[in-house]
């Protein structure tokens, strides 16, 4: 079963990364408003059962993909 | 409009962070076959029209976000 998680900075963190690509943009004459930068990963799982694999996914994006601490995770799963 | 953007390495280019995340999650005993790891970016346009918003997002990506020789790039537009 593959796993699509997605990993975002929380709203009220500040985010270096995206506010100098959005520089980058507006100097490049682009219409943007702000870019925000998070990750993506592709997690595929060895479990077939679609209850225990989304009990997995989301213990591991706590411990290891996302420091829930300043980060937001939300994953998706297919087939 | 708010796009999305996900940027992933190509199937055929060796991805050495999603492997040690792979190693990682195995050796906490997790049921991991494998994992790859892209970036996401959330880009606010200041530009109300969907085609042109869409012609702006695959020229940013294909100029800045992405890497046209070693990534893939997908965006969905919203709002």
């Known amino acids: 079963m593959k796993a ?3 990993v975002t ?4 963190i500040l985010d270096p990364q ?3 690509v959005e520089r980058s943009l507006k100097t ?6 702000s870019v925000r930068i998070g990750k993506f990963m592709e997690v595929t799982l060895a479990e077939a059962n679609k209850a225990k694999a989304e009990e997995v996914m989301d213990e591991i994006c706590r411990k290891l993909l996302a420091n829930p601490v300043i980060e937001d995770y939300f994953f998706e799963l297919e087939g």
Chains 1, 2 share one sequence.
């Open 4 to 6: 699509k998680v997605i």
């Open 9 to 12: 900075l929380k709203k009220s």
């Open 18 to 20: 995206g506010s100098a």
């Open 28 to 33: 490049m004459g682009y219409p943007v408003d």
